[in-house]
């Protein structure tokens, strides 16, 4: 009887690994053993006891009359079954015991290895099924390592440990060695072949999983997260629509006073979200998304998934946001490209039109202004140079050029 609990003790750990696949496993090992002895492992059995840590190899041939021994692998001679067991005669089978130490010191010690790399391949591949099947979860672990920009976190459920890269942190995170860290799990990767299993805080899904957990209705079913765009650590809308008609999803999901976002914001290092009601009125949902900016017209090109969105003065820098996020983040969520408009009635008195520069701007650079809405040089002045950058065709350079002009003539009123 071969004793596995003493010589392979080294797997007495593996709980990852069910019974029947160790099993499996033991007999691999040993039927690659027995070949490489006797050319064959055809007429050997091999039993394992998994509960009482043991293996037993048997030999079994077919006892013949001395002399008539044609294949000594399957047939063995009735004066060597009798040296086995006095009680054999001819035609029976005959069963040998194998030892370990049979196969000598260096081919247990090469199969000691072989099992150590089968169990942790096995290992290995446990690991990467079960977190292959928790991607988008969320999970909650302890920094144990800090190295240049990444974070490595131990699974305060599992053990195991996890990958944080730096490019997947907030701006404004700072961890320490001990901190306890919350982050959903956004892929496994199998490198040198060993799981890798990478963590986020900027994917979408971190914040939807978020608000699951500070917002019962949405954990039930009442209230559904339709759709999430992020700049994580700056702005985030979020659209949610109600299947209870007495349940209004934005005031759910924002609490009495603030009570639930609140603990969200803290989490994303005071990340600004929007929460909005979703609906599949196009035009509506568009002027949804511009919020805290008040729409008074929208036009929609819904062949080229373009939005022409008119507002009042004073109400076009709300739309387009602080270097543009708010205008970004809206064209995300409502898949519309939205260009901003400043309504033209009840114009300033103090505004000067921008067919007035003509001596000191090109026409074709004027028409480009014109092109996006902008006919006054404050309409211009209003949008922010990076906002001019992306829907004209200027180079920053002329853009630069052309706000040098413009506030000069109100400079010097």
Known sequence: MINLVDIFSDFKSSKNIDRPTMVRVLEDVFRTLIKKKFGSDENFNVIVNTQQGDLELWRVRQIVPDGEVTDDRSQVSISEALSIDESYEIGEECYEQLFLEDFGRRSIQAARQTLISRIMELEKDDIYKKYVERVGEMVVGEISQIIKKEFLIIDDTTGHELLLPKLETIKGDYFRKGDMVRCIIKRVEMKNNTPVVVVSRTDNVFLEKLLEQEVPEIEDGIIAVKRIVRLPGERAKVAVESYDDRVDPVGACVGMKGSRIHGIVRELRNENIDIINYTSNESLFIQRALTPAKVSSIE??????????????????????????????????????????????????????????????????????????????????????????????????????????????????
């Open 300 to 413: 929609l090109d819904a062949v080229n998934k373009r939005a022409s969105v008119y507002l009042d003065p004073d109400q076009v820098s709300l739309a387009i946001g602080k270097g543009g996020t708010n205008i970004k983040l809206a064209s995300k969520l409502t898949g519309y490209e939205i260009d901003v408009y400043r309504n033209t009635d009840g114009q300033e008195i103090d505004d000067v039109d921008l067919d007035e520069f003509t001596d000191e701007i090109d026409a074709w650079v004027l028409d480009e202004l014109k092109r996006i809405g902008c006919d006054t040089a404050r309409s211009v002045l209003e949008l922010s140079k990076q906002e001019l950058v992306r829907r004209t065709e200027l180079e920053e350079e002329t853009i630069d050029e052309v706000l040098k002009i413009l506030a000069a003539e109100f400079d010097e009123e």
